[in-house]
């Protein structure tokens, strides 16, 4: 009796072992090639969605980025007043809550799915190795860019040190030096074009700041628009349409404010803004009209969509620390006023968790 009791355990271990790998293994093998059969997926009903998320992240956006050049219909946003610094550095949160709590992780996932083979991609964090170099050759490029366009653009006139005269020249009367009082003037604009030359490289750095800034973002934006546009998950396409919404938004005044004090003219402004605007949208579009030969857990696209990532979370998190956040807390502004430091460390903390809490819908 013992020996058939224990003959039919013995078998129905072995049946259920063959059910695991009938049933599991090819699954997940499927589930690699194309997308899982769930009830949430249904293509005709999730492409009014996507066309819906189009024009509501395209205005939204639109909106974001606008803020920060109302600062003449609204005083309060001009970059003197105390609560433009505020706002700036909640969207420095914003823009540092993106890249550590939604670019990254979504790389980590991408590059170490299974669908993924086990040699190189799970034995090597990727995609700590390239947000860590993506950082550095932000940093590199902030450098050089700074360097290249701070000598390009410097007219500066340097004062002589011996004599006092501006650009090394000295002017002379009769063959003698010029006097005390002329001494005296030459002095006054020597401080006089210091100043402009300090204020020329404050004005380069927030340029280089915004161009950078304005590539990372559009390459993050491209590559979230391509998923959901791709995606005919109707369950998920919703919350990521708020989601995206507030996302954008939020991004937006952040970039508005780097803009604006790049001082650009009008017509780069409007160009910059709408490249923000449209690049999400574009990726959604995109990933409508590729669907059909796009897979989201196809190895290509988990190896490019996760590098891509990667990338644009080592700049995000670069620029959010060093070229916002560090260069606002750092400066005599605040410095100075323990007041105003201590409302923006609150701000930061704010949209850094504010975007803590929308990965759930990510």
């Avoid at 809550?97 to 090597?124: A, I």
């Avoid at 490029?141 to 004599?163: C, E, N, Q, R």
Wanted: aromatic share 8%; hydrophobic share 50%.
């Amino acid at each position: 009796m013992g020996t058939n009791s224990e003959v039919k355990h013995l078998k129905l271990k072995i049946s259920l072992v063959f059910i695991i790998i009938v049933l599991f293994i090819p699954k997940s093998l499927a589930e690699c090639e194309s997308e899982s059969v769930d009830s949430c997926n249904n293509k005709e009903k999730a492409l009014p969605l996507k066309i819906v998320a189009i024009f509501a992240i395209l205005v939204t956006s639109m909106i974001g980025v606008s803020l920060s050049f109302g600062r003449r219909s609204i005083p309060a946003l001009s970059p003197e007043n105390d609560l433009f610094m505020v706002v700036k550095c909640f969207a420095g949160g914003i823009i540092l809550g993106t890249g550590f709590m939604h670019v990254l992780p979504d790389s980590f996932d991408m590059l170490g799915s299974d669908c993924l083979e086990e040699k190189p991609w799970h034995e090597f964090p990727f995609s700590g190795l390239v947000a860590m170099f993506s950082a550095l050759f932000t940093l590199m490029v902030d450098s050089l860019a700074t360097s290249f366009y701070g000598k390009k653009s410097s007219d500066a006139v340097i004062p002589d040190s011996h004599t006092g005269a501006v650009g090394g020249h000295q002017e002379q009367e009769m063959g003698v030096v010029v006097s005390v009082g002329h001494f005296h003037g030459h002095h006054h604009a020597a401080i006089e074009a210091t100043k402009n030359e300090d204020g020329d490289t404050q004005l380069v750095r927030y340029r280089v700041v915004a161009m950078v800034l304005e590539l990372g973002i559009i390459v993050h934006s491209v590559v979230i628009g391509l998923s959901m546009g791709a995606s005919n998950n109707t369950c998920s396409i919703k919350g990521l349409i708020v989601a995206l919404c507030f996302h954008q938004m939020f991004e937006g005044i952040g970039l508005g404010g780097c803009i604006l004090q790049a001082q650009y003219k009008l017509l780069k402004r409007v160009v910059l803004v709408l490249f923000f605007s449209i690049t999400t949208p574009f990726g959604i579009a995109l990933g409508i009209g590729l669907s059909r030969i796009y897979k989201e857990n196809s190895p290509s696209a988990l190896i490019t969509v996760g590098m891509l990532n990667a990338s644009s979370a080592g700049l995000l998190i670069y620029m959010a620390l060093v070229d916002l956040l560090s260069t606002d807390f750092m400066s005599p502004r605040l410095q100075n006023n323990i007041k105003l430091q201590f409302k923006s460390y609150v701000a930061v903390f704010l949209g850094a968790a504010g975007m803590s809490v929308m990965a759930k819908w990510n």
